[in-house]
């Protein structure tokens, strides 16, 4: 079966900009998280969505950055003003079910680069 | 906050030798310990986890010890392969309350010199 997909795979922009990425999760994982991947640097936790909901979206690191699920499935972070220190790689992960020992299927990220 | 430390950063061995991967982390109410690969261009992929309630776990040529007294786990990984260079992540999480998010170390690059 499809893994959890991501699109664009790189995106450029000019600062200022406003950018959407998008995330596919595993058909049927109810649980979704984006990270922020730095160079040379463990992910770094954004949000997390059980369904449709935010459950915790602690890790977003200021009023730019926004991220919905309308239908529980398909994901979109979006960053308004961009800014150059948010180029990095943002993952996106899935898993069945919050609350259990459960894998997280990472895609293979989107790549931003802030210009 | 919550912290998780990882060594070494760089990490070279030759095929065959065997790699080792130490972690801490700060959290005393950490109850689970994800290890993930990551492949250039890809993300990461679980290999490996251990709960608080054990002590080691092996999966052929990969096994991962917790010593949750003094808050360290490493990753083992025995008769290394080319194909086992990549970026390594530990990760800790509080699995089963409402503060479960996943902290990742800040990886250790592996290469596997043939």
């Known amino acids: 079966g499809a893994g959890v997909s991501q699109t664009p795979s790189n995106k450029v922009t000019e600062k200022g900009k406003y950018v959407e990425l998008r995330c596919d999760p595993i058909?049927?994982?109810?649980?979704l998280y984006w990270y922020r991947q730095s160079l040379g640097q463990g992910p770094e936790f954004l949000i997390y969505?059980?369904?449709?909901?935010?459950?915790?979206d602690s890790g977003l690191p200021n009023d730019r950055f926004f991220a919905v699920r309308p239908e529980g499935s398909v994901s979109t972070l979006k960053i308004q003003r961009t800014e150059r220190g948010d180029s990095a790689v943002y993952l996106c992960?899935?898993?069945?079910?919050?609350?259990?020992?459960?894998?997280?299927?990472f895609g293979p990220g989107t790549r931003l680069t802030v210009l | 906050g919550e912290n998780v430390e990882q060594h070494p950063s760089t990490l070279s061995v030759q095929e065959g030798d065997s790699a080792v991967i130490k972690c801490t982390y700060s959290?005393?109410?950490?109850?689970?310990f994800p290890w993930y690969k990551q492949e250039l261009g890809k993300g990461p992929q679980l290999i490996i986890d251990i709960r608080s309630n054990v002590g080691e776990k092996k999966d052929q040529r990969i096994a991962v010890t917790l010593n949750k007294t003094a808050k360290h786990f490493s990753l083992h990984i025995t008769e290394t392969q080319p194909e086992d260079s990549a970026v390594y992540f530990c990760a800790a999480s509080r699995v089963g309350t409402s503060y479960d998010k996943v902290i990742f170390g800040p990886g250790t690059s592996l290469s596997v010199i043939p």
């Open positions: 058909s049927g994982h109810t649980a």
């Open positions: 959290d005393s109410a950490s109850n689970y």
């Open positions: 992960a899935s898993s069945p079910e919050r609350g259990r020992y459960n894998e997280q299927f």
């Open positions: 969505f059980q369904g449709t909901g935010a459950a915790d």
